[in-house]
């Protein structure tokens, strides 16, 4: 059984570093605005990757994975404002309390069915970031807290560009909640969840802890996207109430929906689109000369849509789509093989 | 007069009724028996219209109902009470019985006099929710409330199942009063092979979809083998 | 003293809001098992309708009962075109497809209207009654509000206990299958339970809109002190999310009045959680059935 999950961890380890290769690659290609770009899609996948797995695997909805990034964001901000922790500190100290606050929901979740889950997680996504106006000493109110950008360290050159440090940073924080994510879903919790997902009552009779791993499940989400949050703090230089409105949350979770639930590739779409979608939308405005009302809106609009269209067409997302286009082609181009060598069997 | 021809019932790649035949009289209780999974419950959700046959024809009273939607069927007389004993727990008793006489597009208090007068354990219950009904109470309400929408034909699904013996001889001779008395056409779905019978003017015995008898209750009897193949006698 | 009796007061008057968003709610709930995440959105469209025709120069009563049937076609529509097409998914779907409503209809309000809020007027004076020598948190505009609530929950409460669309409506909702062998249509019924709450939800959006405004996402906090207020209630009874919503209102009120405005949607938070921890079927579970 150790020899297995050792397995599970080399395999784990060998899919996170060739995502970072890729991302050191593509990071070292393009240029400063991309690389901000590449360091806010690292952040949003940090915080998609493990919502991903909770309604994917978990079967639950969460909106409030934008209170659990605004927990993470303000415990950055006040670590390295007020405290001055070294960055690797901070982030870790962001998860870990993110996991804490998704703990006390988590145990309630894990009892709560689909659309109460949604409800008490909408309630979080509104209430959580307001307690920044509350307190205004130590959050900074409507202004949140400041940090100082993170200098690249001497070894990487003078001439090493901040942005791309930025990046990188997002990029490992990004590749760390991978590891993490893809070993459970590998691991006998992630079979436990997605058999307690399928079949509560199944589940436990066959010895799995239903609501434990369900709060399991919840916590390693919220741990997921307090990181999200930690990082967006470190890339942004800012952590204040007006960057996790509600509309975060549900444009997370549409993200997620529509990248396709339940996979890390799902995870991954969903990230590009959170970052991309703006700027198409942006372009497709000017080109049509739309309003500013429009095009400001466009984004949100297209994932509204999107979410609807989804659940009616096409309910497993893009991810799923691409998985079924792809068997169509094979079985398309199967039933031809079979053909030319007339052959019956199915 | 309920008729079908030749229904044929799939589900997915499983054909659950493979041409069946039967005819049921107005005033005459027709027995349908069978063990689990014969395609009993399938034929009756054809014929009221719950589930879509593949093939085959249900007329009643000389009118095709095969293509009608439920509500129409209804409208049109015939009352299937499903398995379960399908009342609405959450609704009193009158509650349930108005509902029953909503489905013949009556006014809501006509009728339920008499179905008190039938079931008198009812009437003491009018204004509790059926959820408080023991089983029994529960079958009288489900056949009262099929009653209170006056049908031409009457589809009772499994009405004897987890009661009493007692109980079910109860049930079963009032639902022979009622058919003679109302002239209604009843088709009688029962595991019970011999409460069934012993109402019954006519017998048919479903296995995996097919009629592999049809004739009357004392012919029915008469045949050991048969009884035992197929029900377990 | 005053001010306890001041926020008293502000609370009764919000809780009746939140009463009758809180009743959209359920009715949708005990029709079609869907939690409406979107009605929060609808009624803001709906006030936006009636926003315009004020605008517009038209009486402020022609805008509310505009408002209220755009509700009713809005509600019904929102059944037939969307919901019906997941009912038979898992609940999952039909949350998703109300949450995607909702991102919607926020954009698109934000599209033709801006995203910058904009005034709504009040029926009546929204200047509190003067008693004795002070002024109290309680205006005619407030007494307009609560029994307009009530007058609306009462009228419900008698279109479902006492004629037949009522007797159908019910039926439907608790045992589909059953009511359609009684010839109910269950699809219209399930329409017209959508029709009604969204109506409902109109008309509470227009009566909160003077002092909430009227912008793409300033009613999210009444749909989730509305949503608390359901679950407080079961989800199931309208009596229940009437006195949640008033219960709600309550709290929420000493919450702002005492410790700040910021903190209202985490006493939300809290009840809800504490609700759903303690008593989930809410604080007027109805009696077990009897099984048998």
């Known amino acids: ?346 | 007069m309920l008729e079908v021809q030749d229904l044929v019932c799939e589900y997915g790649a499983i054909r659950a009724l493979d041409g069946v035949s039967l005819q049921a009289a107005a005033g005459s209780v027709t027995a349908v028996l069978g063990a689990n999974g014969a395609g009993k419950t399938t034929l009756l959700r054809a014929i009221s219209g719950l589930k879509r046959p593949r093939a085959g024809r249900v007329a009643l009273d000389g009118r095709e109902i095969t293509a009608a939607g439920v509500e129409e069927i209804v409208r049109l007389g015939l009352l299937h009470v499903p398995e379960g004993r399908g009342v609405i727990a959450e609704l009193t008793v009158a509650e349930n019985l108005r509902l029953g006489a909503l489905a013949r597009g009556a006014r809501r208090g006509d009728g339920i006099e008499a179905i008190y007068e039938l079931f008198p354990p009812l009437r003491a219950r009018r204004s509790e929710p059926a959820a408080s009904l023991s089983g029994g109470e529960r079958q009288m309400l489900s056949i009262g409330r099929a009653l209170m929408a006056a049908p031409k034909a009457l589809l009772l699904d499994e009405p004897s199942l987890g009661l009493a013996p007692l109980i079910v001889a109860q049930i079963m001779g009032l639902v022979r009063e009622l058919c003679e008395e109302r002239r209604i056409a009843v088709l009688l779905v029962e595991q019970n092979a011999r409460s069934a019978l012993s109402i019954a003017d006519h017998a048919l015995v479903l296995d995996l979809g097919h009629v592999v008898a049809s004739e009357t209750p004392e012919q029915l009897a008469r045949e050991h083998e048969l009884l035992h193949a197929y029900l377990g006698y | 003293m005053t001010q306890f009796i001041d926020l008293t007061l502000s609370g009764i008057s919000n809780g009746a809001i939140y009463a009758a968003v809180a009743l959209a709610l359920v009715l949708i709930w005990r029709a079609t098992r869907i939690v409406n995440f979107a009605q929060g959105a609808m009624l803001m469209i709906t006030t936006y309708i009636a926003a315009a025709l004020v605008e517009a120069g038209n009486p402020y009563w022609l805008a509310l009962v505009v408002a209220v049937a755009a509700g009713l076609v809005f509600g019904a529509l929102t059944e037939l075109v969307l919901i019906r097409r997941v009912e038979s998914a898992p609940p999952i779907n039909a949350v998703i497809v109300t949450l995607g409503l909702l991102v919607f209809l926020e954009a698109l309000a934000g599209m033709i209207w801006s995203d910058t809020p904009r005034a709504f007027p009040a029926a009546f004076s929204i200047q509190g009654y003067e008693v004795g020598h002070t002024r109290i948190l309680f205006s005619p505009n407030s007494t307009f509000i609560v029994c307009v609530v009530a007058l609306v929950a009462l009228a419900l409460g008698a279109l479902f206990r006492y004629t037949s669309l009522g007797l159908k409506l019910r039926a439907a909702a608790f045992a589909p299958e059953v009511a359609r062998l009684l010839g109910v249509r269950v699809g219209r019924m399930f329409t017209i339970g959508w029709a009604l709450a969204a109506g409902v939800g109109a008309l509470a959006g227009a009566l909160v809109a003077p002092s909430t405004f009227v912008g793409p996402s300033n009613f999210d906090p009444i749909l989730i002190f509305a949503f608390t207020a359901a679950v407080l209630g079961g989800l199931e009874s309208p009596l229940g999310a009437i006195v949640g919503g008033v219960l709600i209102g309550l709290v929420l009120s000493y919450v702002s009045g005492y410790e700040g405005e910021a903190l209202a949607p985490l006493a939300a938070l809290a009840m809800l959680l504490l609700t759903l921890m303690l008593r989930p079927t809410g604080i007027f579970a109805a009696s077990r059935e009897r099984r048998v």
């Open chain 1, 1 to 346: 059984m150790r020899a297995l999950a050792r397995v599970g961890a080399v395999r784990a380890a060998v899919v996170v570093l060739l995502a970072a290769l890729a991302f050191g690659a593509v990071s070292s290609l393009v240029g400063e605005y991309r690389d901000l770009q590449l360091a806010d899609g690292a952040y949003y996948f940090a915080a998609l990757i493990g919502l991903s797995v909770l309604i994917g695997f978990g079967g639950k909805i969460s909106l409030g994975h934008g209170a659990f990034m605004a927990v993470g964001a303000y415990a950055v901000a006040l670590l390295v404002a007020d405290e001055h922790w070294p960055l690797v500190g901070a982030l870790a100290a962001a998860t870990a309390v993110s996991a804490l606050v998704g703990a006390v929901l988590g145990a309630a979740a894990s009892r709560l069915q689909g659309p109460y889950l949604a409800g008490v997680t909408l309630t979080l996504a509104v209430a959580l970031p307001q307690i920044g106006n509350r307190f205004p000493e130590t959050l900074g109110g409507e202004n949140g807290l400041v940090i100082d950008p993170p200098a690249p360290p001497s070894f990487l050159g003078s001439s090493f560009p901040p942005q791309r440090y930025l990046a990188w940073i997002a990029g490992l924080g990004a590749l760390a909640a991978l590891f993490f994510i893809y070993n459970m879903t590998r691991s006998g919790a992630g079979r436990a969840l997605r058999a307690v997902r399928d079949d509560e009552v199944a589940a436990a009779l066959c010895g799995c802890h239903v609501g434990r791993t369900q709060t399991v499940a919840f916590v390693l989400s919220a741990a997921c996207a307090g990181l999200g949050g930690g990082l967006a703090t470190v890339v942004l230089q800012l952590a204040q109430p007006g960057a996790f409105p509600l509309e975060l949350s549900l444009r997370i979770f549409a993200a997620a929906v529509i990248g396709g639930v339940g996979s890390l590739w799902g995870a991954f779409w969903a990230a590009a689109l959170l970052v991309l979608l703006p700027n198409w939308s942006h372009d497709i405005a000017q080109s049509l000369s739309l309003s500013g009302n429009v095009a400001a809106n466009l984004p949100l609009a297209i994932y509204g849509v999107m979410l609807i269209v989804a659940m009616l067409l096409w309910p497993g997302g893009i991810q799923a789509g691409l998985r079924q286009l792809s068997g169509l082609l094979k079985r398309a181009y199967s039933s031809r093989h079979s053909v030319t060598q007339s052959n019956p069997a199915k």
